[in-house]
């Protein structure tokens, strides 16, 4: 039997399989404009295709592969579902528009009272190395792509993998990232199977927009904040004073 036949509720990837699931260029329906392993000249890759993707409306963004496949299945899952089609794109847009993204952080923060007085507790301070591209992905291979929209924000939309172990759906991060794009510049930079990692704009942020963007990141995944950076100043520290605006965001 094809492996492309198998429903997703049936598909087991062992070694076998495994081989035979197609490089991204087959699996994804979007132009690859760059491919290679050195995590620099990726990032350059990204910001000279930003510049060019401004003028010509569309949105690079890298996918992280790694040596166990998981990416690679993540995508194979989406391409069975269908999830790649226009039909299920605009829904998940649609459903971005009508989401109470204010209400959404007001709410969180309401809920989480008692985990944030817990981590406001500690001012010990020290800078990570989770700001710079692909920290935290492992050894990876890149693929940059060309995802047909100007608007950043609606990037998880077009990348139905991106949420696959987290609670946070995808028409929620769609309309996160649209609040933060706003505020902070925001825009997706990698994708992993169970992270990502973000771009922000360093230019316009203020003592006071780090930390309303640290309350928010904490409002979206809470336990990334009290686990990775384990409490709030040295989530604004580090956002502050990386070596790249860009910072982790995986998914619990």
Not at 8 to 20: L, M, N, P, Q, V
Not at 139 to 166: D, H, I, M
Not at 225 to 231: E, P
């Amino acid at each position: 039997m094809d492996i492309f036949d198998l429903e997703r509720d049936d598909f087991i990837c062992t070694d076998e399989i495994r081989g035979k699931i197609p490089p991204f260029s087959q699996l994804l329906p979007y132009t690859v404009l760059w491919e290679g392993s050195d995590a620099q000249e990726a990032y350059q890759q990204y910001l000279a295709y930003q510049e060019a993707g401004e003028q010509e409306g569309f949105t690079p963004v890298f996918l992280a592969d790694d040596s166990e496949y998981f990416l690679r299945e993540s995508v194979f899952y989406a391409r069975e579902e269908q999830a790649f089609s226009p039909s299920e794109i605009v829904k998940t847009l649609e459903k971005a528009e009508k989401f109470p993204i204010d209400h959404f952080f007001s709410y969180s923060f309401a809920r989480l009272a008692l985990k944030w007085r817990e981590i406001r507790k500690e001012h010990k301070c020290r800078l990570y190395r989770s700001n710079r591209l692909t920290s935290g992905f492992g050894s990876c291979s890149f693929v940059l792509l060309k995802v047909p929209t100007s608007r950043s924000w609606e990037l998880p939309a077009y990348l139905p993998f991106c949420q696959n172990y987290g609670e946070t759906e995808l028409d929620q991060l769609v309309s996160i990232l649209k609040a933060w794009k706003q505020r902070y510049g925001v825009q997706l930079l990698c994708v992993h199977f169970d992270m990502v990692q973000m771009i922000f704009d360093k230019e316009r942020m203020t003592d006071e927009l780090y930390h309303n963007f640290a309350r928010e990141l904490f409002c979206v995944q809470p336990h990334m904040v009290s686990d990775y950076y384990l409490n709030f100043d040295n989530l604004v520290y580090n956002l502050k004073h990386g070596e790249q605006p860009v910072f982790l965001f995986y998914w619990s």
